[in-house]
């Protein structure tokens, strides 16, 4: 295990791996859960706050195992976890966890989620949609680019407006009133700047969609990005970490 690789103030990212009865050595839910390290007693053993997941604090038990990943000065490391106990610092729900696995360097970044709340527009692409935004991203000419958007302006594309609720270089997601079903593809258009630059949009195919008990949004979206290319992947991961970099410096 590295030396002092965790620090506390350290971002961490957790993903169920057994609750109760149920095991398995992949984690059983897709979902990530954003947390912090609060206290380290020890190379194995530290306190970290229960993550919040659409306004509500996540269910953490006795045993519970998780796989974490740990997002250091010195890059990101990954290892698995068992709940130890319950507790509270202050008003921040806490739980004690002990590390049941060496820490392992994880290049992978995109694992990493920033929970946000930022205006997005999105639409459902039909299969001929889907291909003429892909080949305008991909478009290398001005002529070529003008010929496609003509050809997106013949399309019945219906835009909505929703809010982004997280982020990461993998997917999003995002809360709407449209009620989508598990592989639509959509277009995407978040409100940030620093992500879309020249091309303003973004691709993603719907993995998981569930009802919501909310007045202005009525399900839950989320997205995995498809026919994102390394440099976009980097911008949405570059951005995130100048955001998280911006938090630690103004708390």
Avoid at 183 to 198: F, H, K, Q, S
Avoid at 219 to 231: G, L, V
Wanted: hydrophobic share 40%.
């Amino acid at each position: 295990m590295p030396k002092f690789a965790i620090e506390v103030g350290n971002k961490i990212s957790l993903q169920l791996i057994k609750r109760g009865n149920i095991f398995s050595t992949k984690p059983i839910e897709d979902t990530s859960y954003n947390s912090s390290v609060l206290h380290v007693i020890s190379e194995k053993e530290m306190t970290v706050t229960v993550p919040l997941y659409s306004n509500t604090i996540l269910s953490m038990g006795v045993n519970d195992l998780f796989t974490v990943c740990f997002f250091t000065k010195s890059g990101i490391y990954k290892s698995k976890c068992v709940v130890l106990s319950k507790g509270h610092d202050g008003n921040v729900a806490t739980v004690n966890i002990r590390l049941i696995s060496g820490l392992e360097r994880n290049q992978r970044r995109e694992y990493y989620r920033l929970d946000c709340r930022i205006n997005l527009t999105w639409a459902k692409l039909n299969e001929n949609q889907e291909k003429l935004y892909v080949d305008l991203k991909n478009a290398v000419t001005d002529a070529r680019r003008r010929l496609i958007k003509e050809q997106l302006k013949m399309e019945e594309i219906t835009f909505s407006k929703a809010l982004m609720m997280d982020i990461s270089g993998g997917g999003m997601r995002f809360n709407s009133t449209a009620l989508l079903e598990k592989d639509d593809v959509l277009v995407l258009m978040p409100d940030i700047p620093e992500i879309t630059g020249a091309v303003p949009y973004l691709i993603g195919k719907v993995v998981l969609t569930r009802p919501l008990e909310s007045k202005n949004a009525s399900y839950e979206n989320k997205i995995k990005f498809i026919n994102i290319s390394s440099e976009e992947r980097e911008k949405i991961i570059t951005y995130i970490f100048a955001v998280e970099r911006e938090k630690m410096r103004t708390d």
